[in-house]
């Protein structure tokens, strides 16, 4: 549901944007959705855009707003993202077009045409040659996560130690492998990250952008929206241009794995860390659960080896 709102940091910031842009005209609406951030829907001068305030201590999950921006804007110029307007510094805002339509549900995103859109763009960011001025590292995120969890007082998910070695092992097996190059990359996949508006899919929410695997992406959007077997075929079909192997299939179901160890650790750090109303415990738990499926799954220690190249 949308509601009006007043915040210190908001009226300052529809202050300076109105300067650039023109009068408000109307109320400034909330947006749902952002767990971690606020959005407003603001206008100005007889057009419509979206206020992006961040939340409180965001630094601390790895989060750099010039490579939000910088992707941002690539992901406009590459014709799937909202086009971006102007970055604050304080208050720190992104102002960006506002892009009609509703968020996906999975069951959208799992449809053929979806995956083989989904796929064609991300390959068009990775590919895109753009710089990031941030890395995202998911096996250093999930540590860095645990430690500042831990210093405020937080306990880890149960299963945590388990699942930071099995992280270990994914991680020795991909060293020197090929394919896994810096890329510009989202990083946050889910599916309340996609509008649809009829055919037309954009990608919003860019603020955990940095060079990465490109193959977090892909697992990252596959954990997220429950590809299952059939999709996760064709999935990096699309994005490469041939039916996968055994060693890209398994590289997938890995990355599955990192992805929700990824995001289980983000829940576990914004439950001592955010004031947005919201089950960040439950949502951790909820991760860990599905990780674990996959970590003990009879098949994994064959995924290792298929990817280290020795199966």
């Known amino acids: 549901m949308e509601g009006t709102v007043t915040i210190p940091e908001l009226t300052e910031a529809v202050a300076r944007v109105s300067a650039l842009l023109g009068p408000r005209e109307g ?34 999950l790895g989060i750099d707003r010039d490579a939000e921006r910088i992707a941002t804007k690539t992901g406009a110029k590459l014709g799937f993202a909202p086009r971006v307007v102007t970055l604050l510094d304080d208050p720190p805002c992104l102002v960006t077009t506002f892009v009609p339509g509703e968020s996906a549900e999975a069951a959208q995103l799992r449809s053929g045409d979806t995956i083989d859109k989904v796929a064609a763009d991300l390959r068009a960011l990775h590919e895109s040659g753009t710089e990031l001025p941030t890395t995202f590292d998911p096996f250093r995120l999930v540590e860095e996560y645990a430690a500042t969890a831990r210093k405020r007082g937080a306990e880890v998910p149960e299963g945590y130690d388990e699942a930071l070695e099995a992280a270990k092992a994914i991680e020795r097996a991909l060293k020197d492998q090929p394919g896994h190059d810096p890329v510009p990359a989202h990083n946050d996949l889910l599916p309340a990250n996609f509008l649809r508006d009829g055919s037309s899919i954009q990608l919003i929410d860019w603020e955990y952008a940095g060079m990465g695997d ?66 960040f415990r439950e949502y951790a738990e909820r991760h860990f659960k599905r990780l674990e499926s996959i970590r003990t799954d009879p098949r994994f220690a064959d995924w290792i080896e298929r990817v280290r190249g020795s199966a």
């Open 214 to 279: 490109r193959w977090f992406d892909l697992g990252n959007f596959a954990a997220n929206n429950e590809l299952d077997d059939a999709d996760e075929a064709r999935f990096p079909e699309a994005y490469f241009g041939e039916p996968p192997d055994d060693r890209v299939l398994a590289t997938l179901k890995l990355f599955r794995f990192v992805s929700d160890f990824r995001e289980g650790m983000w829940g576990a750090v914004q439950s001592v860390l955010s004031d947005v109303e919201f089950d």
């Open 27 to 60: 109320p400034v609406i909330q947006l749902d959705g952002g767990i971690t951030n606020r959005n407003f829907r603001v206008t100005f001068g007889g057009t419509d855009y979206v206020l992006r305030l961040p939340g409180k201590r965001t630094d601390l």
